[in-house]
């Protein structure tokens, strides 16, 4: 039942935060994480989204995010927040299809950033990603990442990758490992971590046809812990064991 799931959620906020809509790569930003992780996963067609998350910190921080035809925001407050036209946080993002299987997409941070996604599929079961972010004079460079994303098994049961990050004034590469589960219908796990396995990021999400609760965590090397709960609805039904009695579903990318 419901009580379970909230149960179970917070169970794994409290033990082991990545993006806080859920992603874990630049090759794999579906539903909202497109607005966080590459904003060329706009691009594609995912119907209507929206969704809140609620951070369990001591600042209240609370944030809210949106997106459709090609067009996604999110918007971050907390305890500190005394006007809601001016949030903690926020970004602003487009991104449209630059030929077949492949996207492009442009995000503005609040904190004067930009990023520039690209996005390629070629085929369903592997999926390359890159992100490059500037400051918003587009004059300095800041940090690049790329990833890679594959379904050794054909299909959406399994996705196993790794995304490479390049920081200004760095020369060192961080190599971030990530895999995503979906087992069952309806039930999804998505962990990364960095290639020392000091920082572990988990997501464990539920869907019910057009409702989704999630609850994205992490811990770290010093042993602090971060995480919330979060909830999106959608336009499209998507295949769950929650939902076996709905008859209109519609067929979405996976």
Do not use: C, M
């Not at 995010?65 to 993002?93: E, H, M």
């Not at 961080?174 to 290639?195: R, W």
């Amino acid at each position: 039942n419901i009580f379970v799931l909230f149960y179970t959620l917070n169970l794994f906020t409290i033990l082991l935060s990545q993006d806080y809509w859920g992603g874990t790569s630049v090759s794999t930003p579906d539903n909202l994480s497109a607005v966080t992780q590459n904003p060329a996963g706009l691009g594609i067609h995912r119907g209507e989204q929206s969704g809140i998350y609620f951070a369990l910190d001591s600042l209240s921080t609370w944030s809210s995010s949106y997106r459709s035809n090609g067009f996604g925001y999110d918007l971050t407050y907390n305890k500190s927040t005394n006007n809601f036209l001016n949030p903690f946080d926020g970004n602003i993002a487009f991104g449209f299809q630059v030929f077949k299987n492949a996207y492009s997409g442009i995000k503005w941070n609040k904190r004067n950033k930009y990023d520039f996604g690209f996005l390629y599929r070629p085929l369903n079961f592997i999926s390359f990603g890159a992100v490059l972010q500037t400051n918003d004079n587009l004059d300095q460079y800041i940090q690049s990442k790329f990833g890679l994303s594959i379904r050794p098994f054909l299909k959406h049961r399994l996705t196993i990758g790794a995304d490479i990050n390049s920081l200004n004034n760095d020369d060192s590469l961080y190599i971030h490992p990530h895999f995503a589960i979906e087992a069952i219908d309806g039930i999804n796990l998505n962990f990364s971590s960095n290639i020392d396995f000091t920082n572990f990021q988990i997501n464990l999400g539920f869907t019910f046809g057009k409702a989704n609760i999630y609850s994205p965590a992490n811990i770290n090397s010093n042993n602090n812990i971060s995480g919330g709960i979060g909830f999106y609805s959608d336009t499209q039904i998507k295949s769950s064991i929650f939902n076996k009695n709905i008859k209109d579903k519609q067929k979405y990318i996976r």
